[in-house]
């Protein structure tokens, strides 16, 4: 039931994104979002009994995010994992981000997308760069080793970007996130 619940309101998302007109590329993307929203969505719910919320392009532009900023393999894999790989050509190095961000710009959706980073590792001003331009995202350095400055620091990001409209995000900090 929760299936076919969640496969109506993707159908109901990529109605919406082709009415707006978008390209082609970005109605593909779409359609490839919907499909991973489905993947993800049945492997959270089959784990869980409880109702369950997750914003599958938050996910996407999470990982596509990070795929930004990895090379090699890492990239190949996080692009496949989100089902866009094969959408990129040669000679359009930001493809995938630039069509990533023609579908955040078709959405009504709230976003708030961050990277926090371990207080003492420096990201690559160009990553640093494309992350602003293409996830409207920001990158910060926080002190995990300080758990509730690091919960505060995040949660307070994510208050200022959704209006206040979402303010506990983080519960607690995972150890494994110092790494």
């Known amino acids: 039931m929760k299936t076919s619940i969640f496969s109506l309101l993707v159908r109901a998302s990529l109605l919406a994104v082709s009415v707006l007109g978008q390209t082609t590329d970005v109605e593909e993307l779409a359609k490839r979002n919907a499909d991973f929203a489905t993947r993800l969505y049945s492997k959270i719910a089959s784990s869980n009994d409880d109702n369950v919320a997750v914003s599958t392009l938050g996910a996407t532009l999470a990982l596509g995010t990070l795929a930004a900023g990895a090379g090699g393999a890492t990239r190949i894999e996080l692009l ?3 089902d866009v790989a094969s959408m990129e050509k040669d000679g359009e190095p930001e493809r995938i981000q630039t069509l990533l961000k023609q579908l955040r710009e078709t959405t009504a959706q ?3 997308t961050g990277l926090f980073m371990k207080q003492d590792v420096k990201a690559d001003d160009s990553f640093i760069n494309q992350v602003k331009q ?11 080793a300080d758990k509730q400055q690091a919960k505060g620091s995040i949660d307070d990001y994510v208050r200022g970007r959704t209006g206040d409209k979402v303010r506990d995000v983080v519960k607690n900090v995972d150890p494994q996130s110092m790494a």
């Open 80 to 82: 496949q994992g989100i």
């Open 110 to 112: 709230i976003q708030a």
């Open 134 to 144: 293409f996830y409207s995202a920001d990158v910060q350095n926080v002190n995990y």
